[in-house]
T-cell receptor, first 113, second 115 residues
Framework: SQELEQSPQSLIVQEGKNLTINCTSS?????LYWYKQKYGEGLIFLMM?????EEKSHEKITAKLDEKKQQSSLHITASQPSHAGIYLC?????????????FGKGTHLIIQP | NAGVMQNPRHLVRRRGQEARLRCSPM?????VYWYRQLPEEGLKFMVY????????ESGMPKERFSAEFPKEGPSILRIQQVVRGDSAAYFC?????????????FGDGTRLSIL
């Protein structure tokens, strides 16, 4: 089974609408990282969350880590075509910080004009 | 400042050949991570290296795959005797030092195709 579950798998949103992507783990998350990937390209770092209850924002994107540190959400306000792509959550699930990240399968976001 | 540089961007090999993928971390970064992205499977961790040391290779296949990060030069992911199942996108990431507070920054990847 997947250690990090992302939902939805794909999302089609009309330009200007808000949307939320979720990332859920069955284990405690010691660090949660959101990335965006455009098709055929690399991953662009968006935000990092460490503490339960933490919330960060950058431009129109807000990410939260719940109090129990087992779920994160990414919220986009007033979506634009530039927001289209694949959103990946990655997590440090070891606590030691030295190992590689575990990733969800991604959420494919399409913005309709 | 240059980000994480990977080359080549695309690599085509025939079954049985060797593939060498290179990764130069961001300036000032001494930790390198390799990941593989297979269609429909997502991004999977392979190996974590510091200069001249393999720290964690728990995600590396037991055979044919090896990685190094020499004192000078880029990190190399080497795949010997490639098979069709090795076709994937291979990503390298780097960070300045390990620890829960340092995000990994990714390169654009190498797309490996096996004929």
């Amino acid at each position: 089974s997947q250690e990090l579950e992302q939902s939805p798998q794909s999302l089609i949103v009309q330009e200007g609408k808000n949307l939320t992507i979720n990332c859920t783990s069955s284990k405690t998350l010691y660090g949660l990282y959101w990335y965006k990937q455009k098709y055929g390209e690399g991953l662009i770092f968006l935000m990092m969350l460490q503490k339960g209850g933490e919330e960060k924002s950058h431009e129109k994107i807000t990410a939260k880590l719940d109090e129990k540190k087992q779920q994160s959400s990414l919220h986009i306000t007033a979506s634009q075509p530039s927001h289209a792509g694949i959103y990946l959550c990655g997590a440090d699930m070891s606590g030691g910080g030295a190992d590689g990240l575990t990733f969800g399968k991604g959420t494919h976001l399409i913005i309709q004009p | 400042n240059a980000g994480v540089m990977q080359n080549p961007r695309h690599l085509v090999r025939r079954r049985g050949q060797e593939a060498r993928l290179r990764c130069s971390p961001m300036k000032g970064h001494s930790h390198v991570y390799w990941y593989r992205q297979l269609p429909e499977e997502g991004l999977k961790f392979m190996v974590y290296l510091q200069k001249e040391n393999i720290i964690d290779e728990s995600g590396m296949p037991k055979e044919r795959f090896s990685a190094e990060f020499p004192k000078e030069g880029p990190s190399i992911l080497r795949i010997q005797q490639v098979v069709r199942g090795d076709s994937a996108a291979y990503f390298c990431a780097s960070s300045p030092f390990s620890g829960p507070k340092q995000p990994q920054h990714f390169g654009d990847g190498t797309r490996l195709s096996i004929l």
